[in-house]
């Protein structure tokens, strides 16, 4: 931070943004007064929270704005942005925001804005699920995955991921744009956070399970969609052409 007035990063979890930030090179080395770090990572509230002390100790600032989205739309500037902190600190920074983001919600509380993440990720997490036993159960029934991707598209339950990742599914790729690991990271963190916040979210708790089960089936740096091979292990039924 020696030489920007504003860093921006997007690591794979908490510990790897502690290490980035204070370690003895890190980030928090050239912290000074109105220099920001803004991280669009998915990690722990806890994490953010302490970070946001030890900034505000050099007096300097941290905002942590996770995304939706994933790199070609940052790379057309089409991200959905949660930035958290300091007011005054992210209308500093919106030229930068704006650069990366088609739309920005602003939270003063920082821990909002990853929860909020969080709770979009735990949207993502059981899409994938039910799209995978709804293309296993009409496998067995003889309905092709084509057709069942085409039903939904027409109706409401029409959604681009369901397009995107049963098209994928039926062309056996499961090459990553958003790893298995990373969404069992995110699962995890999101029960840790149910728990904190005292809410009972069983579905979720279910649903990590299955991650779990890709996980242990070393399936972890496929894309998370991947979890569908654990059912067709478990049915015997193998989705696709």
């Keep these: ?65 996770p995304v939706l989205g994933s ?40 821990t909002k804005a990853g929860n909020l993440k969080l709770a979009c990720n735990l949207f993502i997490a059981s899409m994938i699920p039910a799209l995978a036993e709804g293309l296993v159960f009409s496998q067995r029934a003889g309905v092709l995955s084509s057709t069942v991707l085409e039903v939904l598209k027409e109706s409401a339950l029409g959604a681009p991921m369901y397009q995107t990742k049963g098209e994928a599914i039926g062309r056996r790729n499961f ?21 904190s916040l005292g809410v009972s979210l069983p579905a979720v708790e279910a649903i990590r399970e299955l991650y779990r089960d890709a996980s242990t089936h070393g399936l972890e740096k496929e894309d998370y969609s991947a979890v569908i091979k654990v059912l067709e292990e478990k049915t015997k039924i193998r989705v696709g052409p």
């Design 1 to 65: 931070m020696e030489q920007s007035e504003i860093v921006v990063s997007m690591v794979s979890d908490s510990k790897a943004l502690d290490d980035i930030t204070t370690r003895n090179d890190g980030l928090l080395h050239g912290a000074e007064a109105n220099k920001v770090h803004i991280d669009m990572s998915t990690v722990s509230p806890l994490a953010t929270t302490k970070l946001e002390r030890l900034y505000q100790a050099k007096h300097a600032a941290f905002l942590h704005a």
């Design 71 to 110: 790199v070609p739309q940052a790379g057309d500037g089409s991200l959905l942005i949660f930035v958290g902190g300091d007011p005054a600190t992210a209308g500093r920074c919106e030229t930068v925001l704006k650069t990366l983001g088609r739309r920005i919600w602003y939270f003063d509380d920082i």
């Design 175 to 195: 090459t990553p744009r958003f790893l298995l690991a990373h969404m069992l990271k995110d699962l995890n963190l999101i029960v840790e956070g149910s728990r």
